[in-house]
């Protein structure tokens, strides 16, 4: 460290007594990981310790699990440093691959991969512990390869858990990246790892996304395991991270082909990098004891991208019975570990995430590891169970809604109290902020009424980066003085930063009600409202009932609300009465389905039974858990129907039930905003409402298939913001019209005649339009990033050429988006009609019209191959069903049945 370094350290002084004496170890732990968070690089934390106490080592020992680089003993105290793990750019540190061989069969393959890393600076370690010497010739073949490999041979097989630690001994790496003998990394996977590190210096973890194969290296689907965790790079705090993976019981972390680790971090844990909390006996999830070990001293950062492929056939350890029945009993070691260690929390709460290279913590209840958190507490997979917890809830938080809140009167505060606060803020205000800030510590400690001492203490926690502590404390304030402005808002304000928009509402609400009128507070609402992913109809009832006296239109919304609620509340007690059907043989009986409203009936919402009610909850709930809502890409037909069989029985039961309603509360992802769809537009199929051509934003207007081809547009903007020039081939609908507002560049075109040159603007509802054939588009080659057009292609007669048309205007690297009625049934496309030179229409099947316009194909799973022939390079299928968000298929009880589906084609 140089003079400069010391000269720019920051002490922190605390005193073991009054922080940290007479607490558990979990809670010494979080409070030095609060600490070690806070510091910066090469700051220092100073722990004066009582005479005579044998505290030190053992502390120092803490303190180093929390992630502190650097414990030194003496002078009646004990000194922390914060690390610096801080990598230059242009710093390259040497990576140890360890392989840890046993089996012949996969490792060739396995070799090469780790010979294919981008990444210039690596250790190929090589521990052969198979006996033999099919290994070791395999080996000799790559004596001429431009990477050299490091090979050591057990004299006699040490067994797999020795082997790992072997190579970990072995390993002269910065950086270790285990690669097991029958698994593959992706090429760059070093790279990308390396550069995490890069990004982010506090992490101790970089894992990604893993792809499951089988015995031939051909892709499994996903399972509990693998799942992702998030559709975006991701840094996690890693304790909580941690204390998740007790709570789900799952690995959802990796086996150790997945992860990389600064060795150093596991170096110092004994007997063995895989040793947790004094057992050094882990059997089969040592894996997830090191995780563990490296988890507690700094965050993780995940990957979206799959970097590694793990191979799952009938020759691996962890299919064999008595290596199975050690799971339990490591587990439950695991477990005791974790909650002794401050990690496991029951329920467990979602976990805080933050972008990569971002400062900026926040809470996203819909990030899918946080949907699985939330399941589990809810009642976990029990379909009865989840139900009636969920009523119960609603039932509780309904009836808080819709009770006036009333303020206690504030007590008096003592004189004493009052004047002890006043001297520490004076402190505070000279510019003796560490002496007062203590002082402050002291007063919170009592538990002192004075509400302030909260406030000031946030204010100082947020100086040291500290967010956390700081809405802690501002929640405080807020339960001291509901009614003080700069308690209120300043809680608001800083769970609005963490994305916890429901709850910053709920706590604006004893302000709301006493100062409705508060420009600062109204602007914060109109703020959560603007940023907010969705709101519950709990959310807007408080919100509605705090801005009551705002106007007499809010008081009619109002209304409506508290009905709507109470209609939920009668629905969720219905529920509870009643035991819930399973919800993948569930059927409506005939009686049941005679009693269905006609969809051209105007008329109030059906009662629903409690059976309706049970079972659709419980379909709900199974989406979630299971991760299957939100855009899922299919390249062919065969990876498509594993995720549609998944869904089959539970789209059945929740379309079932959606059918016999007239409105539908969710939240349109276009408006970004919670809203009511209105089920049906009018048009049936077999005497069910369609779906596909319902589902109508009460805000935007979009119906369903309209708003999953903008979120598909939507989806491309945010990948690409540099790609501005977008053609969508609708201008007078709803969709264009709420793009045109986000999109200046957006293009909107509508077909008008053959005979019409295109480019040509045409006078349309009194505006003018620009007229575009799609078999003959006037744009100049290569001039677009993205074209979008929705339900036209079956309405074109020579479906070769508008494709073609789309990839000879479209950019390197730009996409055709569009929807086409679609038929997973049917392997090859119907021609139902052709344009013929004079004009004429030859019909070779009856006539289809979709309102006005001609069908000229129905079209099955050759489409994809149809779009790879007019030249496009990466062609899928996309399918966002998410009921909440009103993304239905056609209905699954019709005779026609379509996912919610778009077509992506990338040049």
Same mark, same amino acid.
């Not at 050591?152 to 020795?162: D, K, M, P, T």
């Not at 971090?265 to 990098?273: G, N």
């Not at 006493?514 to 420009?519: A, L």
């Not at 940023?531 to 006296?549: F, G, N, T, V, Y």
């Given at each position: 460290?140089?003079?400069?370094?010391?000269?720019?350290?920051?002490?922190?002084?605390?005193?073991?007594?009054?922080?940290?004496?007479?607490?558990?170890?979990?809670?010494?732990?979080?409070?030095?990981?609060?600490?070690?968070?806070?510091?910066?690089?090469?700051?220092?934390?100073?722990?004066?310790?009582?005479?005579?106490?044998?505290?030190?080592?053992?502390?120092?020992?803490?303190?180093?699990?929390?992630?502190?680089?650097?414990?030194?003993?003496?002078?009646?105290?004990?000194?922390?440093?914060?690390?610096?793990?801080?990598?230059?750019?242009?710093?390259?540190?040497?990576?140890?691959?360890?392989?840890?061989?046993?089996?012949?069969?996969?490792?060739?393959?396995?070799?090469?991969?780790?010979?294919?890393?981008?990444?210039?600076?690596?250790?190929?370690?090589?521990?052969?512990?198979?006996?033999?010497?099919?290994?070791?010739?395999?080996?000799?073949?790559?004596?001429?390869?431009?990477?050299?490999?490091?090979?050591?041979?057990?004299?006699?097989?040490?067994?797999?858990?020795?082997?790992?630690?072997?190579?970990?001994?072995?390993?002269?790496?910065?950086?270790?990246?285990?690669?097991?003998?029958?698994?593959?990394?992706?090429?760059?996977?070093?790279?990308?790892?390396?550069?995490?590190?890069?990004?982010?210096?506090?992490?101790?973890?970089?894992?990604?996304?893993?792809?499951?194969?089988?015995?031939?290296?051909?892709?499994?689907?996903?399972?509990?395991?693998?799942?992702?965790?998030?559709?975006?790079?991701?840094?996690?705090?890693?304790?909580?991270?941690?204390?998740?993976?007790?709570?789900?019981?799952?690995?959802?972390?990796?086996?150790?082909?997945?992860?990389?680790?600064?060795?150093?971090?596991?170096?110092?844990?004994?007997?063995?990098?895989?040793?947790?909390?004094?057992?050094?006996?882990?059997?089969?999830?040592?894996?997830?004891?090191?995780?563990?070990?490296?988890?507690?001293?700094?965050?993780?950062?995940?990957?979206?991208?799959?970097?590694?492929?793990?191979?799952?056939?009938?020759?691996?350890?962890?299919?064999?019975?008595?290596?199975?029945?050690?799971?339990?009993?490591?587990?439950?070691?695991?477990?005791?570990?974790?909650?002794?260690?401050?990690?496991?929390?029951?329920?467990?709460?979602?976990?805080?995430?933050?972008?990569?290279?971002?400062?900026?913590?926040?809470?996203?209840?819909?990030?899918?590891?946080?949907?699985?958190?939330?399941?589990? *507490?809810?009642? =976990?997979?029990?379909?009865? /169970? %989840?139900?009636? !917890?969920?009523?119960? +809830?609603?039932?509780? @938080?309904?009836? &808080?809604?819709?009770?006036?809140?009333?303020?206690?009167?504030?007590?008096?505060?003592?004189?004493?109290?009052?004047?002890?606060?006043?001297?520490?803020?004076?402190?505070?205000?000279?510019?003796?902020?560490?002496?007062?800030?203590?002082?402050?510590?002291?007063?919170?400690?009592?538990?002192?009424?004075?509400?302030?001492?909260?406030?000031?203490?946030?204010?100082?926690?947020?100086?040291?980066?500290?967010?956390? *502590?700081?809405? =802690?404390?501002?929640?405080? /304030? %807020?339960?001291? !003085?509901?009614?003080? +402005?700069?308690?209120? @808002?300043?809680? &608001?304000?800083?769970?609005?930063?963490?994305?916890?928009?429901?709850?910053?509402?709920?706590?604006?609400?004893?302000?709301?009600?006493?100062?409705?009128?508060?420009?600062?507070?109204?602007?914060?609402?109109?703020?959560?409202?603007?940023?907010?992913?969705?709101?519950?109809?709990?959310?807007?009832?408080?919100?509605?009932?705090?801005?009551?006296?705002?106007?007499?239109?809010?008081?009619?919304?109002?209304?409506?609300?508290?009905?709507?609620?109470?209609?939920?509340?009668?629905?969720?007690?219905?529920?509870?009465?009643?035991?819930?059907?399973?919800?993948?043989?569930?059927?409506?009986?005939?009686?049941?389905?005679?009693?269905?409203?006609?969809?051209?009936?105007?008329?109030?919402?059906?009662?629903?039974?409690?059976?309706?009610?049970?079972?659709?909850?419980?379909?709900?709930?199974?989406?979630?858990?299971?991760?299957?809502?939100?855009?899922?890409?299919?390249?062919?037909?065969?990876?498509?129907?594993?995720?549609?069989?998944?869904?089959?029985?539970?789209?059945?039961?929740?379309?079932?039930?959606?059918?016999?309603?007239?409105?539908?509360?969710?939240?349109?992802?276009?408006?970004?905003?919670?809203?009511?769809?209105?089920?049906?537009?009018?048009?049936?199929?077999?005497?069910?409402?369609?779906?596909?051509?319902?589902?109508?934003?009460?805000?935007?207007?979009?119906?369903?298939?309209?708003?999953?081809?903008?979120?598909?547009?939507?989806?491309?903007?945010?990948?690409?913001?540099?790609?501005?020039?977008?053609?969508?081939?609708?201008?007078?609908?709803?969709?264009?019209?709420?793009?045109?507002?986000?999109?200046?560049?957006?293009?909107?075109?509508?077909?008008?005649?053959?005979?019409?040159?295109?480019?040509?603007?045409?006078?349309?509802?009194?505006?003018?339009?620009?007229?575009?054939?799609?078999?003959?588009?006037?744009?100049?080659?290569?001039?677009?990033?993205?074209?979008?057009?929705?339900?036209?292609?079956?309405?074109?007669?020579?479906?070769?050429?508008?494709?073609?048309?789309?990839?000879?205007?479209?950019?390197?690297?730009?996409?055709?988006?569009?929807?086409?009625?679609?038929?997973?049934?049917?392997?090859?496309?119907?021609?139902?009609?052709?344009?013929?030179?004079?004009?004429?229409?030859?019909?070779?099947?009856?006539?289809?019209?979709?309102?006005?316009?001609?069908?000229?194909?129905?079209?099955?799973?050759?489409?994809?191959?149809?779009?790879?022939?007019?030249?496009?390079?990466?062609?899928?299928?996309?399918?966002?069903?998410?009921?909440?968000?009103?993304?239905?298929?056609?209905?699954?009880?019709?005779?026609?049945?379509?996912?919610?589906?778009?077509?992506?084609?990338?040049?």
């Amino acid at each position: 460290m140089t003079n400069s370094d010391t000269a720019n350290t920051v002490a922190q002084n605390i005193d073991y007594d009054k922080v940290l004496a007479g607490k558990s170890v979990a809670e010494q732990l979080r409070i030095l990981r609060g600490f070690r968070r806070a510091l910066h690089v090469g700051d220092e934390l100073h722990i004066a310790l009582p005479d005579g106490a044998d505290t030190s080592h053992r502390l120092a020992e803490h303190a180093r699990y929390a992630g502190f680089a650097e414990a030194v003993i003496g002078n009646g105290g004990l000194k922390l440093r914060a690390p610096d793990h801080r990598l230059a750019a242009d710093e390259m540190p040497l990576v140890t691959i360890a392989i840890p061989a046993f089996k012949p069969e996969h490792f060739v393959a396995c070799l090469n991969s780790a010979l294919a890393q981008t990444y210039p600076r690596l250790q190929i370690l090589v521990c052969d512990d198979s006996g033999g010497d099919v290994l070791g010739d395999i080996a000799a073949a790559y004596a001429s390869s431009d990477r050299a490999i490091d090979w050591v041979s057990n004299a006699v097989n040490i067994g797999g858990r020795a082997n790992f630690i072997q190579c970990l001994e072995r390993a002269h790496g910065d950086f270790a990246k285990f690669l097991c003998d029958d698994d593959l990394l992706e090429p760059d996977c070093v790279e990308r790892m390396v550069e995490a590190f890069r990004l982010n210096p506090d992490a101790s973890l970089v894992f990604s996304r893993r792809q499951r194969i089988d015995g031939d290296g051909q892709p499994l689907p996903d399972d509990h395991h693998t799942e992702p965790l998030a559709d975006h790079d991701c840094v996690f705090q890693g304790d909580a991270l941690a204390g998740a993976v007790i709570a789900l019981q799952t690995n959802f972390i990796g086996e150790p082909t997945t992860v990389m680790f600064r060795r150093a971090d596991l170096a110092w844990i004994q007997p063995h990098y895989a040793a947790f909390d004094g057992h050094d006996d882990i059997r089969v999830v040592g894996d997830i004891a090191a995780w563990h070990n490296l988890l507690s001293q700094g965050e993780a950062v995940y990957i979206a991208r799959p970097l590694s492929r793990f191979r799952i056939h009938p020759g691996q350890n962890q299919s064999r019975a008595e290596i199975r029945d050690l799971i339990a009993t490591s587990w439950a070691k695991l477990e005791r570990g974790s909650q002794k260690l401050g990690f496991m929390q029951i329920p467990h709460p979602p976990v805080a995430h933050r972008n990569p290279g971002s400062a900026d913590w926040r809470i996203d209840p819909d990030l899918p590891l946080n949907r699985r958190l939330a399941t589990r *507490a809810s009642g =976990d997979n029990d379909g009865k /169970a %989840a139900v009636e !917890a969920l009523a119960e +809830r609603v039932i509780r @938080l309904i009836d &808080a809604a819709l009770t006036p809140e009333t303020t206690a009167a504030d007590e008096s505060v003592p004189p004493a109290a009052r004047q002890r606060y006043e001297q520490a803020a004076t402190l505070m205000a000279s510019g003796r902020t560490e002496e007062g800030a203590q002082a402050l510590i002291t007063l919170a400690s009592e538990d002192t009424p004075v509400w302030e001492v909260y406030a000031d203490l946030a204010e100082f926690a947020l100086t040291r980066n500290d967010h956390e *502590a700081a809405l =802690d404390l501002m929640l405080t /304030a %807020a339960c001291h !003085a509901p009614g003080a +402005r700069r308690a209120a @808002l300043g809680a &608001a304000i800083l769970q609005t930063e963490r994305g916890e928009f429901e709850a910053a509402l709920a706590n604006l609400s004893p302000y709301l009600r006493q100062q409705p009128n508060d420009s600062d507070a109204l602007a914060l609402v109109r703020r959560i409202l603007g940023a907010a992913p969705k709101l519950s109809a709990i959310a807007w009832a408080r919100l509605l009932a705090d801005l009551r006296q705002e106007t007499t239109t809010l008081q009619a919304t109002l209304t409506r609300q508290q009905a709507a609620l109470q209609r939920l509340r009668k629905n969720a007690l219905a529920a509870l009465e009643s035991p819930p059907v399973n919800a993948t043989t569930a059927t409506p009986s005939a009686a049941q389905r005679s009693q269905a409203q006609p969809r051209n009936e105007v008329t109030t919402t059906q009662p629903i039974t409690s059976q309706a009610t049970s079972s659709f909850l419980t379909a709900l709930g199974y989406l979630s858990a299971n991760s299957l809502t939100g855009f899922k890409w299919f390249p062919d037909e065969n990876s498509y129907r594993v995720w549609d069989q998944q869904v089959e029985t539970i789209q059945t039961e929740i379309e079932r039930y959606i059918d016999t309603q007239r409105e539908f509360p969710g939240y349109c992802g276009l408006c970004e905003q919670s809203t009511v769809f209105a089920v049906s537009s009018g048009l049936q199929l077999e005497g069910h409402t369609h779906l596909r051509e319902g589902m109508i934003c009460a805000r935007c207007g979009t119906h369903n298939r309209g708003r999953v081809l903008g979120l598909a547009i939507q989806d491309f903007t945010n990948r690409h913001s540099n790609m501005a020039d977008i053609l969508l081939m609708e201008a007078t609908t709803p969709l264009f019209g709420l793009l045109s507002r986000r999109l200046p560049n957006l293009i909107g075109t509508e077909f008008q005649s053959p005979m019409i040159a295109g480019g040509t603007a045409m006078d349309i509802g009194g505006r003018q339009v620009r007229h575009e054939n799609i078999l003959d588009l006037s744009f100049p080659d290569q001039s677009l990033n993205l074209i979008a057009h929705a339900d036209l292609l079956e309405h074109v007669p020579d479906v070769e050429t508008a494709l073609s048309e789309c990839f000879r205007t479209l950019r390197n690297g730009g996409e055709l988006i569009f929807s086409a009625p679609f038929s997973q049934t049917m392997k090859q496309s119907r021609k139902r009609a052709e344009l013929l030179p004079s004009g004429e229409i030859r019909h070779f099947v009856p006539e289809e019209y979709h309102g006005t316009h001609l069908a000229y194909y129905n079209f099955g799973w050759d489409l994809l191959d149809l779009c790879r022939a007019a030249g496009f390079s990466n062609v899928r299928i996309g399918v966002c069903f998410d009921p909440l968000q009103g993304l239905l298929s056609t209905g699954r009880f019709g005779g026609y049945f379509m996912q919610p589906i778009v077509f992506s084609c990338i040049r």
